[in-house]
């Protein structure tokens, strides 16, 4: 990906779409997916099949589940 | 009141999932498992619409997620393509068969799919409330790192996501709307 500059953070804040097929866009997807490998990765959801009668519903069994964010790298 | 237990049609133990599992069971979506799902619904030419976030980032609005939201025909032969492709990429997982079109043009059209290994975690959808169906949806097929894929148009994501109750899908829909100039 190239250096971009910006004159505040407040511009850079703007680039908010990538044009797909593009290098700079293929970079961003990877980039973004990599880091929240590393910096919000999610428990190991329950594997299988679930049914529910609303999304709702599913958003709710997802929250049984799940913990919002893996304990701080330090404490590790 | 507390939301009703959902039905857990099926949990083969290829991982031995706990409730409370140690520290190595934190995983992440794998992004090259996604398109090789991409590849295989496009192969089994299941009637399938991507939406939620993965849908955004194929329009070039980039952000992280959990999982694969895709609206699926609830037919039983789309269904049975749906299985094969998802058999195509955990061959040895029987509870793939649990997915059936009874079930999403009934009384759960929310069916959630999480592999074995963790690396996907997939929502399938036949209708959200009584606002969408699959029928309901525009959709273009665009290329994805050079894989074809179905996915609502920016103006349908947008109508999914504005007047939801969650506000990680109210700040996509404000995105969308500013970047893609789009009409209330």
Redesign the interface.
């Known amino acids: 990906m190239p250096i971009r500059k910006f004159r505040s953070l407040s511009e850079a804040d703007k680039i908010k779409r990538f044009r797909p097929g593009t290098e700079e866009f293929s970079h961003a997807l990877r980039s973004v997916f990599g880091m929240a490998a590393i910096l919000a990765p999610h428990r190991l959801a329950p594997p299988g099949v679930f049914k529910f009668r609303s999304i709702e519903e599913a958003q709710d069994w997802n929250k049984s589940w799940k913990r919002p964010t893996r304990p701080s790298i330090e404490s590790r | 009141m507390p939301?009703?237990a959902?039905?857990?049609?099926?949990?083969?133990?290829?991982?031995e999932?706990q409730?409370d599992?140690p520290?190595s069971?934190?995983?992440?979506?794998d992004?090259e498992k996604v398109l090789v799902l991409f590849r295989a619904l496009g192969d089994q030419s299941v009637d399938y619409i991507l939406v939620g976030a993965i849908g955004m980032?194929?329009?070039?609005?980039?952000?992280?997620t959990?999982d694969v939201d895709l609206f699926v025909r609830p037919q039983e032969n789309n269904i049975a393509r749906l299985r094969a492709a998802l058999r195509s990429l955990f061959p040895e997982?029987a509870?793939?068969g649990?997915?059936t079109a009874a079930?999403l043009a009934g009384?759960?059209?929310?069916?959630?799919?999480?592999?074995?290994d963790?690396s996907l975690?997939i929502?399938l959808?036949a209708r959200?409330?009584q606002a969408f169906a699959y029928e309901d949806l525009r959709f273009e097929e665009?290329?994805?790192?050079g894989v074809p894929v179905r996915v609502a148009t920016a103006q349908t994501l947008y109508e999914m996501k504005k007047n939801t109750v969650?506000l990680r899908d109210r700040a996509d829909a404000e995105?969308l709307k500013?970047?893609f100039g789009l009409e209330e």
Request: aromatic content about 10%; glycine content about 6%; hydrophobic content about 35%.
């Open positions: 939301p009703p959902p039905i857990a049609a099926s949990r083969h133990k290829h991982v999932w409730p599992g520290d069971q934190w995983c992440a979506m992004f980032t194929v329009h070039g609005i980039v952000r992280a959990q997982d509870s793939i649990d997915i079930d009384e759960y059209p929310a069916i959630r799919y999480n592999s074995p963790g975690q929502d959808l959200l409330g665009k290329l994805y790192e969650r995105t500013e970047e």
